[in-house]
Every structure is written in structure tokens, then in C-alpha cells.
């Protein structure tokens, strides 16, 4: 969905944009969004337990119980 929409070309005319203010270019790379899907972290459930597929990660200074959904783009200049 996202390269039909073409929207890792549009973050990275973006990004460049802003390096460009600041001196600094990007020649390409690739852009990944590590979105959290949370999950209950309760064992209060029939089966006593929590979901083995998912664990516990700090974004920013917040732990988090969930997994995460890489999305991610490539774009070259």
C-alpha cells in the first residue's frame, strides 16, 4: 500500500528537504516504522497465561506488551 501511494519517494523528498536547510544530504535508504500492537498483559484469562507470541519493549521511556509491525519503504535518490 505504501510504494502504491508512493509514499516513501514523498517522506524522503521530505526528509531531504530538511537536510538540505541543515547542509547534509540523503542519497537513498529505506524508512521502517516499528509500530506496537498492544496486547493484554493480564493472566487473568482461561488459560492462565499471556500470549507466548508477544513480550515486552521500551518506546521511549514506556515498556509496552505487544508485538510489533514492521512496515517499512526504500527509496534511491
Same mark, same amino acid.
Given at each position: 500500500m505504501l510504494e502504491k501511494q508512493v509514499l516513501p519517494k514523498k517522506l524522503f523528498e521530505t526528509i531531504n528537504t530538511v537536510l538540505e536547510e541543515k547542509g547534509r544530504i540523503l542519497r %537513498? %535508504? #529505506?524508512i521502517v516504522d516499528a509500530t506496537i500492537i498492544e496486547a493484554p498483559a493480564s493472566t487473568k &484469562?482461561?488459560? +492462565? #497465561?499471556?500470549? #507466548?507470541?508477544?513480550?515486552?519493549? +521500551? +518506546? %521511549? &521511556?514506556e515498556w509496552h506488551f505487544g508485538m510489533k509491525a514492521h512496515i517499512g519503504g526504500w527509496c534511491t535518490a
Open positions: %537513498g %535508504g #529505506s &484469562n482461561r488459560a +492462565k #497465561s499471556r500470549d #507466548s507470541e508477544m513480550h515486552q519493549c +521500551k +518506546k %521511549g &521511556n
